[in-house]
């Protein structure tokens, strides 16, 4: 391998430039524009394989989501394995990761969603003024609010206007899978009205998630 491939420099460009293309979706990242601007006393026969395999090692460390006691141990690996990496390269990619871990994993946690994430929530306790039983009219319910959307700026005047809809409005029947729905490009406002009984439901839903998280977060 051509001795221009060791300077730490010209290695940590190309980490960036990899997770910009692997990561961040940033078009235009190619690999002669790497060699090009980072490498370019080096051929491309030889850049190649160097690129691919920084770039698998890249993932590898990003996958999954590597610690830093277990980034130490596998750079160590990776310098001992025939055709792996100097100590030097391994000591460019630690310092790299340990930059960029936060910024990666984000973006990498936003691109596996494959739908809209809960953006904001907002609840009230209020009467039900409609029912289909005479009795249930006046009882107490909660009156639970989602705004579900893409990252970026809500857009305020609809969420106005949801909360005016959603404030005069009452159903007969709501549950976890009935909702009232209006669309927006960037969010989606989900109305929903429970009583007593759901709502000790889903606090019970919601204990038994919590014990499941506390007993995984417990160190083995």
Known sequence: MAAELEGSKSLSGLLSGLA??????????????????????????EFRPFLAKMKGILKSIASADMDFNQLEAFLTAQTKKQGGITPEQAAVISRFWKSHKTKIRESLMNQSRWDSGLRGLSWRVDGKSQSRHSPQIHTPVAIMELEIGKSGQRTLLLQDLYKSKC???YLPVWSLTNGLHLEAPESEFLCLEFDELKVNQVLKKLSEVEESISTLMQPA
Do not use: M
């Open 167 to 169: 404030k005069d409005l």
């Open 20 to 45: 910009q293309d692997t990561f961040y979706g940033h078009p235009g990242i190619t690999e002669e524009l790497l060699r090009s601007q980072l490498y370019p006393e080096v051929s491309p026969e």
